[in-house]
Nanobody, 120 residues
Framework: QVQLVESGGGLVQPGGSLRLSCAAS????????MYWYRQAAGKQRELVAA???????NYADSVKGRFTISRDNAKNTVYLQMNSLKPEDTAVYYC??????????????WGQGTQVTVSS
């Protein structure tokens, strides 16, 4: 039973910071890529940042220089440090892991989503 548990969302003023956390359980994730997505109201879900086990990182152009994705040494938790937040960052943020389970069935597993609202 793979689960992703997110925390850290909330309301913040423009220019502020938040750190999102996503803890994975129910498997071994050291070889898996982990991702942060977001979905703003009325828009499609978009990839914000991705990190693979070897350390390669990619960011959406809209967040480069402001957001930082990282994972802990055990490769079980992924973080998204968000600085210099803008109103257009307002969205539900989702964590995802692409994982092969014990049935050798590769699936995407999603967190429940956490609301980030940037407003004065």
């Amino acid at each position: 039973q793979v689960q992703l548990v997110e925390s850290g969302g909330g309301l913040v003023q423009p220019g502020g910071s938040l750190r999102l956390s996503c803890a994975a359980s129910g498997g071994i994730f050291s070889r898996d890529a982990m991702y942060w997505y977001r979905q703003a109201a009325g828009k499609q879900r978009e990839l914000v940042a991705a990190i693979i086990s070897g350390g390669t990182i990619n960011y959406a152009d809209s967040v480069k220089g402001r957001f930082t994705i990282s994972r802990d040494n055990a490769k079980n938790t992924v973080y998204l440090q968000m600085n210099s937040l803008k109103p257009e960052d307002t969205a539900v943020y989702y964590c995802k892991v692409n994982h092969v389970d014990y049935n050798l069935d590769r699936k995407d597993y999603w967190g429940q989503g956490t609301q980030v609202t940037v407003s004065s």
